[in-house]
């Protein structure tokens, strides 16, 4: 099992940047596809990127891609997030989750992923 935790959420102009981490523990980290997925006031969680196993190959949402940027980094257990050109309709709670299926079908399997986070709020003000 995959424990998650999210950090770096805060309040940015839009425009801005802004990187969020989610740390991972638990010794089979590496093997899990991970993404991320945000839920902004009165609206239903969304995919907003994923990324394989071997960090090889990453999946974006049409909404942020050009903008958004996943990665991870196996020694230190950690996904990034790295958000550029902030507009306030990506104010929202990010939650990071785990796959051990795929990170190419983690958006169509939103319901059934292995592990969440808590969520860290990104707040983007116009």
């Known amino acids: 099992q995959v424990q998650l935790v999210e950090s770096g959420g805060g309040l940015v102009q839009a425009g801005g940047s802004l990187s969020v981490s989610c740390a991972a523990s638990?010794?089979?980290?590496?093997?899990?596809?991970m993404g991320w997925f945000r839920q902004a006031p009165g609206k239903e969680r969304e995919f907003v990127a994923s990324?394989?196993?071997?960090?090889?190959?990453?999946y974006y949402a049409d909404s942020v891609k050009g903008r958004f940027t996943i990665s991870r980094e196996k020694a230190k257990n950690t996904v990034y997030l790295q958000m550029n050109s902030l507009k306030p309709q990506d104010t929202a709670v990010y939650y990071c989750?785990?796959?051990?299926?795929?990170?190419?079908?983690?958006?169509?399997?939103?319901?059934?992923?292995?592990?969440w986070g808590q969520g860290t709020l990104v707040t983007v003000s116009s």
């Open positions: 638990g010794r089979t980290f590496s093997y899990y596809a």
């Open positions: 990324i394989t196993w071997t960090g090889g190959s990453t």
């Open positions: 989750a785990a796959d051990r299926q795929s990170a190419a079908t983690m958006r169509q399997r939103l319901g059934a992923l292995d592990a």
